[in-house]
């Protein structure tokens, strides 16, 4: 920034009249640098094609200034969306890191992995933005994430740091009829979270008007007498009403009276992007939204009380300026080495700036992966809770939610008497939301905790796939700026029958989102032991819980101890062999073993424990004494993860092969109830034998 916006922090008093104290002087110079970023995309760089795609904010930007400005507690977080910048800058983004990120060079906020538009900046002695994505929406449930784990700070970690901090979120209109708007705001609602909802009310999603988001167009007229929230409305172009706004919501919330909507009118004066040709708006109605212009009624209202036209022109021109040597640093900027495009999907020897227990300075103890075998076989449920309780007891930022895992310790009994013994605060039951539970691990995680989600059923993470996705690409999209480790817990596959609902294992699609790794242990240790690595590192993981082993007398084994630990893409081998080689995982790991013995034949049995990774070089290894190779996996045959196993045995081992690589799978169909009809389908001891016999023999 340049000398005259930093010269004189506030204004000369030349009137009687009060203004709302601010830099009055900042918000003029900020918002000329927004509005000089905008023309100069408009004009210039996206005519040449070095910026791909444009939001403008023009109308929004006045309002998102001052809110910006007034983030000023070093624990305030903030997530935007696509039409942020002004509160981006305001916050202390450089400008030629956002212009450089807009014209997707190396460095900024993704070293051109991601839109420009979708910001992020991890700022670990102010106000910080949360990973911003693209998915209309999804920026609530972080956020208030964010803000529950102020209170755990301030309340279960005692950190007075946190007193005064808040989570603050933006969204346009049209994300207000989007289920993460809902689901956060039950969550910030029931809680009492420190959450600003700073709605920019621009009438129009893309073309469509807010009469189809909120019946009547007016989301704080709606939410009006919702419990425990305070709504504000008004607009959001005259300055000292935005102010005054801005300022009554922002105390509202940090002076720990619970959440706040504020929803400010704004015109949008350009097109939804770029591309918009706004032919939907006729021509009155873009008249009379560029007669809300915000710039000239915050020169009305400064000049000439406050401030002498050549200074308002001074800091114009100042604006140009800084904005213009921007744009040659940006352009100075190289694109990022294409094969860097690989790094940061999972965590790498340099930490991320924020997120995570290794970013907070946090050291894990290392574990040992000897197992030290202690007392009488327990089950996995047994087992599962017991690593919990023991990782609660020695981390402190290790804390449980989910459906119904408080008093009644989850439905599979996993959680029991885990609240009783480490309080509310810190194992909890939450709202029926899915999206909710995993939107507000991402925001805990990224304030520094291990959150430990629990989904009631594996079918039912179906809500929170857009959560689970972007909490996946956090790291590779942010180049390592942010990323989100937990450990998701949810049960998978059947249990005495099957149903479409509570049934399904699809664990594929966990291993297709990049940035996951995920484990399918199959026994009471191998449970321990992974969940424990889990809970120590620094990757969100799906930890699967197979209910059909959960209380299964195979699945049993003594407690291995406290500090057992099984690395990630360790397959073991469960039984050894020389004909053939079995590949499995979950409950079908018991299931192979009982047909490997009744065959006869010396078969040797894998069984995966991780699937991203997963340890091939354990898989070609045997294939190579072997010869043969079969897989069995309960999850669908169509592109299940057998499928992927089978190509890269073909791929590297084809020479070594005797017999065609063979699955044995679910068909592709649901999981049927009947018991009779589900033994039909899920690969059985017998059908597995009888697979072993025509393989050998082939
Ligand atoms: C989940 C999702 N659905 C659709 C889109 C495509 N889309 C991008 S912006 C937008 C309109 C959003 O309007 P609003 O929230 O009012 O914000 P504004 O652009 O007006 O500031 C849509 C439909 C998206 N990005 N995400």
């Given at each position: ?618 898989v070609l290894e045997s294939v190579s004494r072997t010869h043969r190779c079969l897989i069995v996996h309960e999850d669908l045959r169509t592109a299940g993860f057998g499928a992927e196993i089978a190509a890269v045995v073909a791929d590297e081992a084809f020479m070594e092969l005797d017999a065609p690589v063979a699955r044995l799978t679910m068909p592709d169909i649901p999981s049927p109830h009947n018991p009779v009809l589900l033994n039909h389908v899920v690969p059985s001891a017998e059908r597995i034998r009888e697979k072993i016999d025509a393989l050998v023999e082939f």
């Open positions: 920034m340049g000398s005259l916006a930093r010269s004189k922090p506030s204004l000369p008093a030349r009137s009687q009249r009060a203004l709302p104290a601010l830099d009055w002087r900042r918000v003029a110079y900020l918002l000329h640098v927004s509005r000089a970023l905008d023309a100069l995309e408009e004009k210039t760089l996206v005519p040449e094609k070095k910026v791909l795609y444009q939001f403008s904010a023009r109308g929004h930007d006045l309002a998102q200034i001052i809110l910006g400005l007034g983030l000023t507690e070093r624990h305030d977080a903030v997530c935007g969306y696509y039409r942020s910048r002004p509160m981006l800058l305001a916050l202390g983004v450089e400008i030629e890191e956002a212009l450089g990120s807009s014209m997707a060079r190396a460095g900024g906020y993704s070293d051109g992995r991601d839109i420009g538009v979708v910001f992020n900046y991890p700022n670990p002695h102010g106000a910080s933005a949360l990973p911003m994505c693209g998915g209309v929406g999804a920026q609530y449930t972080p956020t208030v994430g964010w803000a529950q784990a102020i209170e755990y700070h301030r309340t279960v970690l005692q950190d007075a740091s946190y007193d005064h901090a808040i989570g603050v979120v933006l969204g346009g209109e049209a994300s207000v009829a989007t289920n993460g708007f809902w689901s956060a705001l039950t969550i910030a609602t029931t809680q009492k979270l420190p959450v600003l909802f700073y709605i920019e009310d621009n009438g129009y999603g893309i073309s469509v008007p807010s009469t189809f988001q909120t019946p009547g167009a007016d989301i704080a007229a709606n939410l009006a007498s919702f419990k425990n929230l305070h709504v504000i409305s008004g607009d959001g172009t005259d300055p000292v009403t935005a102010a005054t706004l801005i300022a009554e919501a922002q105390a509202h919330v940090r002076d720990r009276q619970g959440p706040c909507l504020l929803r400010l009118t704004v015109p949008r004066l350009q097109g939804h992007s770029f591309q918009d040709t706004q032919a939907y708006k006729s021509a009155a109605t873009v008249e009379a939204e560029w007669a809300r212009d915000p710039l000239p009624k915050l020169h009305d209202l400064l000049v000439p009380e406050w401030m002498e036209q050549a200074e308002w022109d001074a800091l114009a021109q100042e604006a140009a300026e800084v904005v213009e040597a921007a744009r040659v640093a940006a352009e100075q900027r190289p694109v990022a080495r294409p094969e860097t495009v690989l790094r940061h999907v999972f965590s790498e020897a340099e930490p991320q700036v924020m997120g995570g227990l290794r970013s907070a300075g946090v050291a894990m103890p290392e574990g040992s992966e000897r197992a030290a075998p202690e007392g009488a076989r327990i089950n996995m449920v047994t087992a599962i809770r017991r690593t919990l309780e023991h990782e609660l007891a020695t981390n402190p930022r290790v804390l449980l939610f989910g459906e119904d895992i408080g008093p009644k310790g989850g439905v599979h009994a996993v959680t029991l008497g885990l609240q009783e013994k480490f309080g509310a605060g810190r194992v909890f039951d939450t709202s029926l939301s899915e999206e909710g539970i995993v939107g507000r691990a991402v925001g805990m995680a990224l304030a520094g905790l291990m959150p430990v989600p629990e989904i009631q059923f594996r079918k039912y993470a179906d809500p929170a796939v857009e959560q689970i996705n972007d909490c996946g690409t956090m790291r590779w999209r942010t180049n390592n700026r942010f990323a989100a480790p937990m450990v998701l817990r949810m049960p998978v596959g059947f249990f005495k029958c099957g149903d479409p609902w509570h049934s399904q294992t699809n664990e594929v699609q966990f291993v297709h989102s990049p940035g996951w790794k995920v484990a399918v242990p199959s026994n009471a240790e191998d449970a321990v032991g992974l969940l424990r690595t889990a809970l120590r590192g620094d990757d969100p993981v799906m930890f699967l819980e197979h209910r059909a082993m959960l209380d299964a007398a195979w699945a049993r084994r003594p407690y291995p101890g406290d500090d057992y630990v099984i690395p990630f893409g360790r397959a073991k081998t469960t039984i050894s062999g020389n004909r053939l080689t079995i590949v499995t995982w979950g409950a079908m790991v018991e299931r192979c073993e009982e047909a490997a013995r009744a065959s006869g034949h010396s078969v040797e049995v894998i069984d995966l424990r991780t699937l991203m990774p997963w340890d091939s070089r354990a």
